[in-house]
């Protein structure tokens, strides 16, 4: 039910606010601040996601509950869709999105509202192997899993079986 009320209010404030403030600028400033808030967004949000990105690999490599980084990069992502959806409303709640101290507050906020029973990592830890030059190899068996084909008629000479 909250989703559906989102969807019917926040066009309904968007029209209202695009109504007042191009009454108020006029259409080619309110159309300026629109293309420029999407192309500030955008960069923010490849910045702080690229942030995001390395707190969350950090998290992984040490180990850690990897919850908080997840969620920030999901608000980040969110305010990325938020950015280049036109309208002022959205711009205002997407830019929030992208203040860290707005971001902890709204984890919190979640984090009180969802409860996670149980969290475990199923690959033990590893310690470096001074031994191995080259980590982007990768040494691995494998099986071929599609079966040799068959020809169903002779060769025609038009193609090769």
């Given at each position: 039910?909250?989703?559906?009320?989102?969807?019917?209010?926040?066009?309904?404030?968007?029209?209202?606010?695009?109504?007042?403030?191009?009454?108020?600028?006029?259409?080619?400033?309110?159309?300026?601040?629109?293309?420029?808030?999407?192309?500030?967004?955008?960069?923010?949000?490849?910045?702080?996601g690229?942030?995001a990105?390395?707190?969350?690999?950090?998290?992984?490599?040490e180990?850690?509950?990897?919850?908080?980084?997840?969620?920030?990069?999901?608000?980040?992502?969110?305010?990325?869709?938020?950015l280049?959806?036109?309208?002022?409303?959205?711009?205002?709640?997407?830019?929030?999105?992208?203040?860290?101290?707005?971001?902890?507050?709204?984890?919190?906020?979640?984090?009180?509202?969802?409860?996670?029973?149980?969290?475990?990592?199923?690959?033990?830890?590893?310690?470096?192997?001074?031994?191995?030059?080259?980590?982007?190899?990768?040494d691995a068996?494998?099986?071929?899993?599609?079966?040799?084909?068959?020809?169903?008629?002779?060769?025609?000479?038009?193609?090769?079986?």
């Amino acid at each position: 039910m909250w989703l559906l009320l989102a969807f019917i209010a926040v066009p309904l404030i968007e029209i209202a606010l695009f109504i007042e403030i191009g009454g108020a600028i006029g259409l080619v400033y309110t159309l300026v601040i629109v293309v420029l808030t999407a192309v500030l967004g955008t960069w923010l949000v490849r910045t702080q996601g690229r942030m995001a990105l390395g707190q969350l690999e950090q998290a992984f490599s040490e180990r850690r509950d990897p919850t908080e980084p997840l969620a920030h990069g999901a608000m980040i992502l969110f305010s990325g869709a938020l950015l280049l959806t036109p309208g002022f409303f959205t711009d205002a709640l997407g830019f929030a999105l992208l203040i860290p101290g707005f971001r902890r507050a709204a984890f919190r906020w979640l984090r009180s509202r969802v409860r996670v029973t149980h969290f475990s990592s199923s690959v033990p830890p590893q310690e470096p192997n001074p031994h191995r030059q080259d980590e982007s190899v990768i040494d691995a068996d494998y099986v071929d899993l599609d079966p040799p084909r068959k020809p169903t008629h002779d060769s025609s000479g038009w193609t090769k079986h």
